[in-house]
């Protein structure tokens, strides 16, 4: 039997006391290719934030050939275990090949510039993606699915054994999905690499893994071959849903179905848990919806500019959030959108996003949620007055949600204490 790359034991994590799993236990061998799979609030994200040395363990053990992760030096790490993350937008008009070059930069010395052997791992990284050709291009200029290849080239350029992907296929059109994955599933056919991907997509996880791990609540709810794990009676029990589960005509894999006008919705249980507005956008959302979902809240957010990648994180999340056009001042009638939107929460949670003319709204709609005697929690509300770019007018509408109670929180963990205590305990 291959050797365990990955050994992961009584695995218990999260962000408040808490925890987001709880006893997850599983080893990964050269040559597997594994999915993550499970409803949102899940697990998934986190899981993939422990695993890559993002969030500390409170218990159990991660081990990469047989060394403890949290042990080593990050050098050590960043040498033998890769990360694609889902987001994959850059800011800067890097070309093609210095992205990929940057998965050189755990074999560097300070201040050491690349050499023609990183050079030559670069471009190979490029060739075996298939984007050999698009080296010169500015990464502003290529497109969605070229973008995620290039993100796995630089991972490949740091020459790890263990790589790790969050939804490589998020937001791509169907044809850029099937790519993706069978460019995933080639990486690992010389049997020295073990792959793990975090799915949303059922079936494309059956097709393209030959191991698929299956949370459920922040614990692994099943572990075996895609014909084990994705049942329908699995499917049902996790995700509330029911589904037909089929065989592929060509390959025998299982491919679900939804079962068309049957049964009532279950949504019994989710409509008991606390609902969190989130006023946010410049990105001040998307860093934290994963982590408020998996702490089992249901969440909403607005009012955020298409386009942002608050509203793109909201929308792959599933999230109801209230939007307006791109780089347009909130209107009258987005304002009344999202006043609903607070009307129907438990608590409402402000972000450290910029303040300005265009989105003096959202803090008026805080005040209506104080008005109506629902919590209000600021994050990070000590650096408000360098947010405020309104010429004062923001920072005055700030000022006075504190003068009327609402609290500041300093972190996101002591927001999620703040909601988890009883009012006026």
């Known amino acids: 039997m291959a050797e365990a790359l990955l050994d992961v034991a009584g695995l218990r994590c999260g962000y408040t006391a808490a925890p987001v799993l709880e006893e997850v236990t599983f080893a990964l061998r050269a040559g597997e290719l594994a999915?993550?799979?499970?409803?949102?609030?899940?697990?998934?994200?986190?899981?993939?934030?422990?695993?890559?040395?993002?969030?500390?363990?409170?218990?159990?053990?991660?081990?990469v050939e047989g060394h403890d992760l949290y042990a080593a030096s990050p050098r050590w790490a960043a040498q033998?275990?890769?990360?694609?993350?889902?987001d994959t937008r850059v800011d800067f008009a890097f070309t093609v090949r210095e992205i990929v070059l940057m998965?050189?930069?755990?074999?560097?010395?300070?201040?050491?510039?690349?050499g023609a052997q990183d050079l030559k791992i670069a471009r190979e990284a490029l060739r075996q993606t298939g984007i050999l050709p698009l080296e010169d291009r500015s990464i502003l200029s290529i497109s969605g699915g070229e973008r995620q290849r290039v993100m796995i080239a630089r991972a490949l350029a740091q020459q790890t054994r263990l790589l790790l992907l969050d939804e490589p296929t998020a937001h791509l059109d169907i044809n850029y999905q099937v790519e993706i994955l069978r460019l995933v599933d080639s990486l690992r056919h010389d049997e020295t690499r073990a792959i793990l991907v975090v799915l949303h997509d059922l079936n494309l996880a059956a097709q393209f893994c030959d191991r698929v791990l299956l949370l459920h609540r922040g614990r692994l709810y099943a572990d075996g071959t895609p014909a084990a794990v994705i049942?329908?009676?699995?499917?049902?029990?996790?995700?509330?849903?029911?589904?037909?589960?089929?065989?592929?005509?060509?390959?025998?894999?299982?491919?679900?179905?939804?079962?068309a006008g049957r049964g009532a919705p279950l949504f019994a249980e989710a409509a008991e848990t606390p609902l969190l507005h989130v006023?946010?956008?410049?990105?001040?959302?998307?860093?934290?919806?994963?982590?408020?979902?998996?702490?089992?809240?249901?969440?909403?957010?607005?009012?955020?500019?298409?386009?942002d990648s608050d509203q793109v994180a909201a929308?792959?999340?599933?999230?109801?959030?209230?939007?307006?056009?791109?780089?347009?001042?909130?209107?009258?009638?987005?304002?009344?959108?999202?006043?609903?939107?607070?009307?129907?929460a438990d608590a409402v949670l402000l972000?450290?996003?910029?303040?300005?003319?265009?989105?003096?709204?959202?803090?008026?709609?805080?005040?209506?949620?104080?008005?109506?005697?629902?919590p209000v929690l600021l994050l990070e509300a000590d650096g408000a007055a360098a947010r405020d770019f309104s010429g004062g007018r923001a920072l005055e509408l700030y000022q006075r949600l504190r003068e009327r109670g609402a609290l500041p929180v300093s972190s996101l963990q002591d927001a999620l204490a703040r909601l988890a205590t009883p009012r006026g305990a």
């Not at 697990?43 to 993939?48: A, E, V």
């Not at 033998?80 to 889902?86: C, E, G, K």
């Not at 996003?353 to 805080?366: D, K, S, T, V």
């Open 103 to 114: 998965g050189r930069l755990p074999y560097l010395g300070r201040f050491a510039a690349e």
């Open 80 to 86: 033998r275990l890769a990360v694609v993350p889902q």
């Open 35 to 63: 999915a993550v799979i499970g409803p949102n609030g899940s697990g998934k994200s986190t899981l993939l934030r422990a695993l890559s040395r993002a969030l500390r363990p409170e218990a159990g053990h991660v081990w």
């Open 315 to 344: 929308q792959r999340l599933n999230i109801r959030y209230v939007d307006e056009l791109p780089f347009t001042a909130i209107t009258e009638g987005s304002h009344q959108s999202h006043l609903r939107f607070i009307e129907d």
């Open 231 to 259: 049942t329908r009676e699995n499917i049902r029990r996790v995700y509330g849903a029911e589904v037909l589960v089929r065989r592929h005509p060509q390959t025998g894999r299982p491919y679900v179905v939804a079962e």
């Open 351 to 374: 972000t450290p996003f910029p303040m300005g003319p265009a989105n003096l709204p959202n803090l008026e709609a805080a005040h209506h949620a104080l008005t109506l005697g629902k």
């Open 279 to 307: 006023i946010c956008g410049a990105g001040t959302g998307e860093a934290i919806f994963d982590t408020l979902l998996e702490q089992g809240l249901r969440v909403t957010a607005g009012v955020v500019n298409q386009g």
